[in-house]
């Protein structure tokens, strides 16, 4: 159990739908990560926060959108949701402002299917 | 070309075989990390590194910067270290995780 929590485990939609997934990092650590997880791409940085602000940005859509709670939560929201979207979705957490150098604590994901 | 390249793809292996996992990349990095995804999806940070080598249990990374090459290697492998390795470099210029496509290992006892 790394100690970062993320909700759903599974998640079914249609297309043009509008999701929140969520992530409870591990206990001190204010930086969270997102990584998107797909058959057809591997696994992708989205986009990670430190301490409720945006730190780093990969290849997030404009339809999605994240951001990072006064408790440390994240939440990364997908909206008009496509079938290319179905993947799995992990959240990461570390004590780091950046991605370098320091553990990152994985999520057991959440499973999306867009139908 | 993918700027993080692995392989071997695939790798089987019989229990206790010395097991080695390449990684080359072409950007520059800050770090590599290498990263282990098991059969049900869970993913375990194994080792972030910038030079030189790291050693836990039984596994080894090392890395060369010079050469754009980082190696993962398993000593006295077992059935439990069947999973997928993935390599992901740290953009130095861009401060992005870049993964590679991976490695899956099986193990045989």
């Known amino acids: 159990d790394s100690g970062v929590t993320q909700t759903p485990k599974h998640l079914i939609t249609a297309t043009g739908q509008r999701v929140t997934l969520r992530c409870s990092p591990r206990?001190?650590?204010?930086?969270v990560y997102w990584y998107q997880q797909s058959l057809d791409q591997g696994l992708q940085f989205l986009i990670q926060y430190y301490n409720g602000e945006e730190r780093a940005k990969g290849n997030i859509l404009e339809r999605f959108s994240a951001q990072q709670f006064p408790d440390l939560h994240s939440e990364l929201n997908l909206s008009s949701l496509e079938l290319g979207d179905s993947a799995l979705y992990f959240c990461?957490?570390?004590?780091?402002?950046?991605?370098?150098?320091?553990?990152?604590?994985f999520g057991p994901g959440t499973r999306l299917t867009v139908l | 070309k993918n700027e993080v390249e692995q392989s071997p793809q695939n790798l089987t292996a019989q229990e206790g075989e010395f097991i080695t996992i390449n990684c080359s990349y072409s950007?520059?990095?800050?770090?590599l990390h290498w990263l282990q995804q098991h059969p049900g999806g869970g993913i375990v940070s194994l080792f972030m590194?910038?030079?030189g080598k790291k050693k836990h249990g039984r596994l080894i990374a090392t890395i060369n910067i010079q050469e754009k090459h980082s190696s993962l290697h398993i000593t006295a492998s077992h059935p439990r270290d069947s999973a997928v390795y993935i390599c992901a470099a740290l953009s130095y210029n861009t401060d992005k995780l870049i993964f590679g496509t991976g490695t899956r290992l099986q193990v045989f006892p």
């Open positions: 990461a957490s570390s004590v780091a402002t950046s991605l370098e150098f320091h553990e990152q604590f």
């Open positions: 206990s001190g650590d204010l930086s």
């Open positions: 950007v520059g990095i800050s770090a």
């Open positions: 590194l910038s030079s």
